[in-house]
């Protein structure tokens, strides 16, 4: 093997498929980055759950393969010079040289044979396949909208990732950590007839968070538990949670007793100022509800209290509520439009945010003193 490239291109590579080199390797391969040199140079990392692969701008001089340590290799190229071009080759044995200008490396690899070998995935459909093909900034909007409320609490697995529910050209994408819940629904022109429901594991959502871009279509390929994601010149293949997902239409209310439209980035800028005062013990703030008004406090006997008002169109009758502050700063702050719809039933039951008519967040109440 012997590959000339560059630094920026390298290191972008290496960036992109770090995230799959496994923290905590039982098996030492885990912890390398396969370097790939056919008609183009191409980088994979695994960790078993989720694997990525790039293809990295350069010119392949001569075919082969190894494993290098991931951790040493971006190491290595974070600091050869910028500007000169990088020749790696592939020396007898297991090792690479890496030489860059008066730079020079010997990094000791092991052989591609023993690094697990990434699902391969048809590239349309067939039998037992669905592949679907979105605009990526759609679902770019749509996993800011919702990953924020994925649950982190691996004894409910089942809820440790976002829902992709396919049905009659639209997708749903639901997640929910038990306190709260996000559902957006948008219309997919390109989806042919797929009908699917998939739990797809929070690592991969955040991989797709730091790929996606504003431009251009992304590939899904669901296989069995299997998924494969394909947005340019980056692959990521995952594994599927397998499980049950709760019955998410159960909690979202049919009608709520109250409700009007406020201002989302004044009640976001009012959640923020009165969460300063919140504490571990005391994580509640207290909404009051009174004609054309909002009303935000704590009170911290250790810390102090706060006070927020906000104008709002309300005709109904006095009602006081406990919320996490955060858990409405989380959905507030990933609202593009101006106002959203607060309803709700009564102070025990959940609250009812929405923006626009495909964004529903539910939220539960809290005591307050």
């Given at each position: 093997m012997k590959i000339i490239t560059t630094k920026d291109s390298l290191l972008?590579?290496?960036q992109i498929v770090q995230n799959a080199v496994s923290a905590k390797a039982v098996l030492p391969i885990l912890s390398h980055i396969l370097i790939e040199a056919k008609k183009d140079l191409k980088l994979t990392a695994t960790d078993?759950?989720?694997?990525?692969s790039v293809k990295v701008e350069g010119e392949v001089l001569e075919e082969g393969a190894i494993t290098v340590p991931a951790k040493k290799l971006s190491e290595i190229i974070k600091e050869l010079p910028p500007q000169t071009p990088i020749h790696i080759s592939l020396k007898k044995g297991q090792s690479i040289t890496i030489e860059s200008g008066k730079s020079y490396f010997r990094l000791v690899g092991l052989l591609k044979d023993d690094f697990p070998q990434l699902p391969e995935f048809p590239a349309h459909n067939v039998k037992n396949v669905d592949l679907v093909k979105i605009p990526q900034k759609i679902l770019k909007d749509m996993i800011q909208l919702t990953s924020f409320a994925i649950s982190h609490d691996e004894t409910r697995y089942v809820l440790n990732g976002i829902l992709f529910s396919f049905k009659e050209k639209s997708l749903k994408l639901v997640a929910t950590d038990g306190r709260r819940l996000a559902l957006v629904e948008k219309s997919i022109a390109d989806m042919g007839s797929i009908k699917k429901d998939a739990i797809v594991p929070s690592k991969t959502i955040q991989e797709l968070q730091r790929n996606l871009t504003e431009e251009g279509d992304v590939?899904?390929?669901?296989k069995e538990n299997q998924l494969?994601?394909?947005?340019?010149?980056?692959?990521?293949?995952?594994r599927l949670i397998e499980g049950e997902f709760p019955n998410y239409d159960q909690v979202i209310p049919k009608k709520v007793r109250e409700e009007f439209k406020i201002n989302t980035q004044e009640f976001l800028q009012a959640a923020r100022r009165a969460s300063i005062l919140t504490s571990q013990e005391s994580q509640s703030v207290k909404i009051n509800i009174i004609k054309d008004r909002l009303i935000i406090t704590k009170n911290t006997p250790e810390l102090g209290e706060v006070r927020?008002?906000?104008?709002?169109n309300y005709k109904g009758g006095e009602l006081a509520i406990g919320f996490n502050p955060t858990f409405l700063i989380d959905v507030l702050k990933n609202v593009e439009n101006e106002n959203v719809d607060f309803g709700f039933i009564d102070p025990e039951k959940p609250a009812v945010i929405r923006s626009g008519e495909d964004y529903t967040y539910i939220v539960l109440p809290m005591q307050v003193s």
């Amino acid at each position: 093997m012997k590959i000339i490239t560059t630094k920026d291109s390298l290191l972008k590579g290496i960036q992109i498929v770090q995230n799959a080199v496994s923290a905590k390797a039982v098996l030492p391969i885990l912890s390398h980055i396969l370097i790939e040199a056919k008609k183009d140079l191409k980088l994979t990392a695994t960790d078993l759950e989720i694997g990525i692969s790039v293809k990295v701008e350069g010119e392949v001089l001569e075919e082969g393969a190894i494993t290098v340590p991931a951790k040493k290799l971006s190491e290595i190229i974070k600091e050869l010079p910028p500007q000169t071009p990088i020749h790696i080759s592939l020396k007898k044995g297991q090792s690479i040289t890496i030489e860059s200008g008066k730079s020079y490396f010997r990094l000791v690899g092991l052989l591609k044979d023993d690094f697990p070998q990434l699902p391969e995935f048809p590239a349309h459909n067939v039998k037992n396949v669905d592949l679907v093909k979105i605009p990526q900034k759609i679902l770019k909007d749509m996993i800011q909208l919702t990953s924020f409320a994925i649950s982190h609490d691996e004894t409910r697995y089942v809820l440790n990732g976002i829902l992709f529910s396919f049905k009659e050209k639209s997708l749903k994408l639901v997640a929910t950590d038990g306190r709260r819940l996000a559902l957006v629904e948008k219309s997919i022109a390109d989806m042919g007839s797929i009908k699917k429901d998939a739990i797809v594991p929070s690592k991969t959502i955040q991989e797709l968070q730091r790929n996606l871009t504003e431009e251009g279509d992304v590939t899904l390929c669901f296989k069995e538990n299997q998924l494969q994601i394909n947005i340019g010149q980056v692959l990521i293949t995952s594994r599927l949670i397998e499980g049950e997902f709760p019955n998410y239409d159960q909690v979202i209310p049919k009608k709520v007793r109250e409700e009007f439209k406020i201002n989302t980035q004044e009640f976001l800028q009012a959640a923020r100022r009165a969460s300063i005062l919140t504490s571990q013990e005391s994580q509640s703030v207290k909404i009051n509800i009174i004609k054309d008004r909002l009303i935000i406090t704590k009170n911290t006997p250790e810390l102090g209290e706060v006070r927020e008002e906000l104008e709002v169109n309300y005709k109904g009758g006095e009602l006081a509520i406990g919320f996490n502050p955060t858990f409405l700063i989380d959905v507030l702050k990933n609202v593009e439009n101006e106002n959203v719809d607060f309803g709700f039933i009564d102070p025990e039951k959940p609250a009812v945010i929405r923006s626009g008519e495909d964004y529903t967040y539910i939220v539960l109440p809290m005591q307050v003193s």
